[in-house]
């Protein structure tokens, strides 16, 4: 099973940027989709953006449309999100995630996610 580590984290204003890191080991990053999940404080873990495992395909929450971007290098064993034109309801944990499936479609429901990271916490002011 894959282990994943994020990073990049940390305190930015309103309008700002913020580039996430999700470092994986262990063997087989390359052949699962990937996602990013966030939890707000009092809310539910919602779905971010998830990516393939080729990186050909991505797909995003309708809230970060436009201004988040997955991207992966498979030979880092990496996935990475953009995020730009932050609001303060962008402040949440965000998480890493890997599929279920080998070589799955991405998909937005935790259900389809069998690997998790420990978070890392975005805040953004106004």
């Known amino acids: 099973q894959v282990q994943l580590v994020e990073s990049g984290g940390g305190l930015v204003q309103a309008g700002g940027s913020l580039r996430l890191s999700c470092a994986a080991s262990?063997?087989?990053?390359?052949?699962?989709?990937m996602g990013w999940f966030r939890q707000a404080p009092g809310k539910e873990r919602e779905f971010v953006a998830a990516?393939?495992?080729?990186?050909?395909?991505?797909y995003y929450a309708d809230s970060v449309k436009g201004r988040f971007t997955i991207f992966r290098d498979n030979a880092k064993n990496t996935v990475y999100l953009q995020m730009n034109s932050l609001k303060p309801e962008d402040t949440a944990v965000y998480y890493c995630?890997?599929?279920?499936?080998?070589?799955?479609?991405?998909?937005?429901?935790?259900?389809?996610?069998?690997?998790w990271g420990q978070g890392t916490q975005v805040t953004v002011s106004s």
């Open positions: 262990g063997r087989g990053f390359s052949n699962y989709a």
């Open positions: 995630a890997a599929q279920r499936e080998a070589f799955g479609i991405p998909r937005s429901l935790e259900y389809d996610y069998n690997g």
């Open positions: 990516i393939a495992w080729s990186g050909k395909s991505t």
